[in-house]
């Protein structure tokens, strides 16, 4: 553990989650602790805070490092982020839409705009509930759901939240952001060009009510969204109603509590946890899923090893295609100990994640590249960021 690191009373260090995020233990159970090296605006930080909303990240107190960094000690979302299960039935996607647009509803009432809505920073709490995370934390990898204006201009308001949260459910369908070519070119430049001219289709996986409303989100001109994430919840819960089988008892108005049934999660991963502060950041370990329906025989693919003196040192990446939409990326590297976790992040840096195993399995239904950090429990390495080399699939 470095000096860094917080010294939380009734809680000891337990490892690191992701990137400035560490897992801490105590009595009462597990929690998250986010170390805030670019924290938002306070003002808005308190704002959010103070809603108390079921739909946003819980965070129990705030402190400062010996070094004087502010960090939050938050509630452990042991799901992981909803961008990890893309992608989902229609169904759990207009469930998830509802929850995070009443959030963002209560938000904008008070006078704070997300910034910065994508899958990643939906969690999933215990009960499979989606709660909105970093507030007001402009992430470096939010360019697919990031509206025009934003881009051009800088502007950020209520209905460029719309754009990135109808962004963020055309996501959840297809298991990419509406902007990526999974075959494609996506370097920066590509992404932002399409976002600025581009148009996104259909996603094929929803009902043509659905479909209107995500490309209405995500119009170019902002007058042609829909006027706010109330009026967006409202239409989420008309199509729900709509296309829900006859004789439903459910409510008019609200959607169920409860979400529908998960689709059976078929390795283990370990979520990492997010965080409310000064804005709520967040960070996700990824949950991928195979899709048995493809049987194909595997193609191993060259792998690829790290060079230099830390933990990281000799990691071999190896690269399996499962399906025609999967790959498995698996690591093996010198000197491993116990309780060792790993960090991974792809090449485009659109998904990113922390896994216990030295395994990850990915949406790629075409070529994908990964590299990977290895942790140490003892988090002697956390200021280490050193990456292996690229592991490629394709």
């Known amino acids: 553990m470095t000096e860094e690191l917080p010294e939380i009373p009734g809680f000891r260090y337990a490892r690191p989650l992701g990137k400035n995020v560490h897992l801490y233990r105590g009595a009462d159970g597990e929690v998250a602790v986010k170390l805030l090296v670019d924290p938002p605006r306070a003002a808005e930080m308190r704002t959010v805070l103070g809603l108390g909303h079921p739909g946003i990240v819980s965070v129990h107190r705030a402190g400062r490092t010996r070094a004087g960094l502010l960090y939050l000690v938050m509630k452990h979302y042991s799901n992981g982020d909803v961008g990890a299960l893309a992608p989902l039935p229609f169904e759990r996607v207009l469930d998830i839409g509802v929850q995070v647009a009443d959030a963002l509803h209560a938000a904008h009432r008070v006078g704070v705009v997300h910034r910065d809505v994508k899958p990643a920073n939906v969690l999933l709490d215990e009960h499979g509930n989606a709660c909105l995370t970093d507030f007001g934390v402009l992430g470096r990898d939010r360019l697919p759901w990031t509206a025009p204006e934003v881009i051009t201009s800088g502007l950020h308001g209520v209905r460029a939240d719309v754009f990135s949260l109808g962004a963020t459910l055309w996501h959840l369908l297809v298991g990419h952001s509406p902007f990526v070519l999974p075959r494609g070119n996506n370097s920066h430049a590509a992404v932002e060009q399409r976002v600025l001219h581009g148009r996104p289709p259909s996603t094929g996986r929803a009902p043509q009510s659905l479909e209107v409303l995500l490309h209405q989100a995500m119009a170019a001109d902002p007058a042609a969204r829909p006027v706010s994430a109330e009026a967006f919840a409202l239409r989420l819960r008309e199509i729900y109603h709509e296309?829900?089988?006859?004789?439903?008892?459910?409510?008019?108005?609200?959607?169920?509590?409860?979400?529908?049934?998960?689709?059976?999660?078929?390795?283990?991963?370990?979520?990492?946890?997010?965080?409310?502060?000064?804005?709520?950041?967040?960070?996700?370990?990824?949950?991928?899923?195979?899709?048995?329906?493809?049987?194909?025989?595997?193609?191993?693919?060259?792998?690829?090893?790290?060079?230099?003196?830390?933990?990281?040192?000799?990691?071999?990446?190896?690269?399996?295609?499962?399906?025609?939409?999967?790959?498995?990326?698996?690591?093996?590297?010198?000197?491993?100990?116990?309780?060792?976790?790993f960090a991974w992040r792809t090449n485009d840096e659109l998904k990113t994640g922390t896994v216990e195993t030295p395994s990850v399995e990915l949406y790629a239904p075409g070529a994908l590249c990964v590299q990977v950090r290895v942790l140490r429990a003892d988090g002697s390495n956390a200021s280490d960021q050193t990456w292996s080399p690229e592991g490629c699939g394709f």
Do not use: C, H, I
Request: glycine fraction near 10%; aromatic fraction near 6%.
């Open 243 to 341: 296309t829900s089988p006859t004789g439903s008892t459910v409510d008019a108005v609200v959607l169920p509590a409860e979400p529908g049934p998960r689709r059976k999660r078929r390795w283990p991963v370990y979520a990492s946890a997010a965080a409310v502060a000064a804005g709520v950041l967040g960070t996700s370990g990824m949950l991928f899923l195979k899709d048995d329906s493809l049987p194909q025989q595997p193609q191993e693919v060259q792998p690829q090893s790290a060079v230099g003196n830390g933990p990281s040192a000799g990691v071999t990446v190896t690269v399996t295609r499962v399906n025609r939409e999967t790959l498995r990326f698996s690591w093996t590297y010198p000197s491993p100990l116990a309780g060792d976790t």
